[in-house]
């Protein structure tokens, strides 16, 4: 005969039929009008498990409702909190990475452990998989701050470089650009590239552009940084070149924003649909495929080339290294390299 529960113990009782689980665990809460309120904790496979689960309520007698709560809904919460502090260009990322957290979006979050982010991580760039785990670690500080959790297991994921190949980098030649300067200065996409090469902002510094940060009266961009200490808050002197382009979309600006939407309220470019116009528009001027991010190496590549100081060049790209700005940006052309070797005597 089994023995009977202690007052207070919860009880544990087989549901009727044929269930996956019919084990239920619960717990009187209380009694109103005589009769007893019950919390359950949930229904389990086998008896064993029932019993644990309803030795570790009573340990510790969490918010059933909360533990419950996916990985969707505990971002959607953690997003009502966080966003605010964050970056246009950090929110954009952030979204992206819930996206690709698609197979976790049902799951328990409380239930999620290291090996199932590890998958994720795994299956993505070394880049990704870092945004992937970071996302994580800031969902589970909420979450345990907020008693949606009992344990954070974030810091037990990890996102390890694997030597994957390096994107290959072109600069635009000096006949790409000028088939750029030829177009009308209305085109954002062109516009938006000749800026990225005469100023070497990174594409979310320049589509989070505001017209706080254009100093049209002392020719600078202030305060466009996103990504490293060295890069946030810098100020980039405007090229003379780009000066006419930008007071032009700073003229036409309808909102706060350089780059916009034209058809929505105070929607400002987002990466994709800037992308997309990106490669539309040098398909159809004939210039050769690039990757955004080839605007910097330009820049870079030309301030190199033209003799510019190293340690200037860092602080406009927003580097603390100029070795680094070197190493990584810089690529000289065949032209230059003759041009400077036909100096020596």
């Not at 030795?55 to 419950?68: R, S």
């Not at 020719?219 to 466009?224: D, M, R, T």
Request: with cysteine; net charge positive.
């Amino acid at each position: 005969m089994p023995r009977k529960r202690m007052n207070g113990m919860g009880s544990i009782t087989k549901l009727s039929g044929n269930r996956r689980k019919p084990y239920r665990a619960r717990k009187t809460a209380g009694f109103k009008d005589g009769k007893q309120i019950f919390i359950d904790i949930g229904c389990f496979a086998t008896k064993r498990e029932a019993e644990e689960a309803l030795a570790k309520y009573i340990v510790n007698p969490i918010d059933i409702a909360l533990e419950k709560l996916t990985f969707e809904e505990v971002f959607y919460k953690w997003k009502v909190y966080e966003y605010s502090k964050l970056s246009e260009n950090r929110k954009t990322i952030y979204d992206r990475m819930f996206k690709k957290c698609s197979v976790l979006h049902k799951k328990a979050f409380s239930k999620l452990r290291p090996s199932d982010f590890t998958t994720l991580i795994e299956e993505n760039v070394y880049s990704v998989g870092a945004d992937i785990k970071t996302l994580f670690n800031k969902m589970s500080n909420f979450a345990l701050k907020n008693d949606y959790i009992m344990k954070d297991y974030s810091p037990f994921v990890e996102a390890k470089k694997r030597g994957e190949p390096k994107v290959p980098r072109k600069i635009f030649t000096e006949e790409e650009i000028e088939i750029l300067w030829r177009q009308p200065y209305y085109n954002k996409e062109v516009t938006g590239i000749l800026i990225m090469i005469y100023s070497g902002l990174r594409i979310g510094e320049l589509l989070g552009l505001t017209l706080d940060n254009i100093d049209l009266e002392n020719g600078l961009i202030i305060g466009a940084g996103i990504k490293t200490e060295a890069g946030k808050n810098r100020v980039i002197p405007i090229h003379s070149k780009i000066y006419p382009l930008i007071l032009y979309r700073y003229k036409k600006a309808k909102f706060n924003q350089l780059f916009y939407y034209p058809r929505c309220s105070n929607m400002k470019m987002v990466y994709n649909r800037f992308k997309k116009g990106f490669d539309n528009i040098l398909k159809e001027l004939g210039i050769q495929p690039h990757t955004i991010h080839d605007c910097r190496h330009t820049f870079a590549t030309k301030m190199c080339t033209s003799g510019a100081n190293d340690t200037i060049t860092s602080e406009i790209i927003g580097h603390t290294d100029p070795v680094l700005t070197k190493k990584v940006y810089t690529h000289p052309d065949f032209d230059s390299l003759r041009r400077e070797i036909e100096k020596i005597n």
